[in-house]
């Protein structure tokens, strides 16, 4: 057998080693995992970084219902967005509480009917077992694309889905009302499917594609929204005020140590921007400070009067720093 021969055989032999090596596992191959929260931008790691790092009061979050204002009305976009921003909250060290705008307004009305004597309260008190909500975030997601990228090496070929999306949310302190983050941000996943001479390489409807894409931009607004509660000093109301003590909203979901010391803040006229005409925020007059000295309830604390007089039920008081 001549040396051109022998080469020959042994490049024949290679090719078909080769694709005796692939045929053998022509089913398809993927990268990417939802259920494990993988995100391209490695996002996830810096949420449950800051997540390890939240120490602040355990808020109640309500999270309404997420709006599908994209151009196709995906099926599901909405309530798919809700469900994962839910997980996440829960993540973040935040206790997540899924309602609807008119379940919330039901809720709130009945409560007012009852304590104004309206309605008879009678075996059932609309507030009790009506967890109050600290925390409001709401949101709509604006567009979303999926798309596919493939290539071919010589007989194996491979296929890239990617879906990307963008969602518009906003996190709303409801004491005052006020907008703390309202922002816009995109999210991306990708999956990648292999095959041989295209077995195992198609691509299908698949719903993690959506789930990941929404996960990843989720996160990262999480990420932002955790980042600003961490820099918000502790914030409650006076509920009542029996002689030197004082009575207030905090209690061990605060997570505040004995000694705390706190400002008392009078509300007063609303502050309207001239250019707008909406208003965005409230004067505020120091009258005093408080010390937290025991906490009653996982909500309720009693604080003792440092300086000041003349406090109310309705008083904010807030973490002096």
């Not at 391209?40 to 009061?57: D, S």
């Not at 077995?199 to 932002?224: F, I, N, P, Q, W």
């Not at 502050?271 to 208003?279: A, F, H, K, Q, S």
Request: hydrophobic share 40%; glycine share 10%; proline share 2%.
């Amino acid at each position: 057998m001549t040396i051109k021969k022998i080469f020959a055989s042994l490049a024949s032999f290679a090719a078909l080693s080769f694709f005796m090596a692939a045929t053998t596992s022509c089913s398809p191959t993927t990268t990417g995992s939802v259920k494990e929260d993988v995100s391209i931008t490695g996002r996830t790691e810096k949420l449950e970084e800051a997540g390890v790092q939240y120490r602040g009061p355990e808020y109640n979050v309500a999270i309404l219902q997420f709006t599908n204002k994209t151009p196709s009305r995906a099926l599901g976009l909405g309530e798919a967005a809700t469900d994962v921003l839910r997980t996440i909250v829960k993540k973040s060290g935040l206790e997540p509480i899924s309602i609807t705008v008119d379940e919330l307004r039901q809720q709130e009305k009945m409560i007012a009917l009852q304590q104004s004597g309206a309605v008879k309260t009678g075996r059932k008190n609309a507030a009790e077992g009506f967890e109050s909500i600290d925390l409001r975030i709401s949101g709509a997601v604006t567009s979303y694309a999926e798309l596919e990228e493939g290539s071919n090496v010589l007989v194996a070929q491979s296929k890239t889905q990617v879906a990307r999306v963008q969602v518009d949310y906003a996190l709303v302190d409801v004491a005052t009302g006020r907008s703390l983050v309202a922002e816009s941000g995109m999210g991306e996943y990708r999956k990648k499917t292999g095959g041989v001479l295209g077995l195992g390489s198609k691509s299908t409807a698949d719903v993690g594609l959506r789930e990941g894409a929404l996960r990843d931009a989720l996160t990262k607004a999480m990420t932002r929204m955790v980042e600003k509660l961490n820099q918000m000093p502790f914030q409650g109301r006076v509920l009542a005020v029996e002689g030197s003590t004082i009575v207030v909203k905090a209690g061990t979901r605060s997570r505040l140590p004995e000694g705390t010391v706190f400002d008392v803040l009078r509300s007063g006229q609303d502050l309207v921007d001239p250019d707008t005409g909406r208003v965005i925020g409230k004067r505020e007059k120091k009258i005093g400070e408080i010390m937290l000295t025991n906490h009653q309830t996982e909500k309720i604390s009693e604080a003792s009067v440092k300086s000041g007089a003349g406090f109310e039920a309705g008083d904010v008081i807030r973490q002096a720093r």
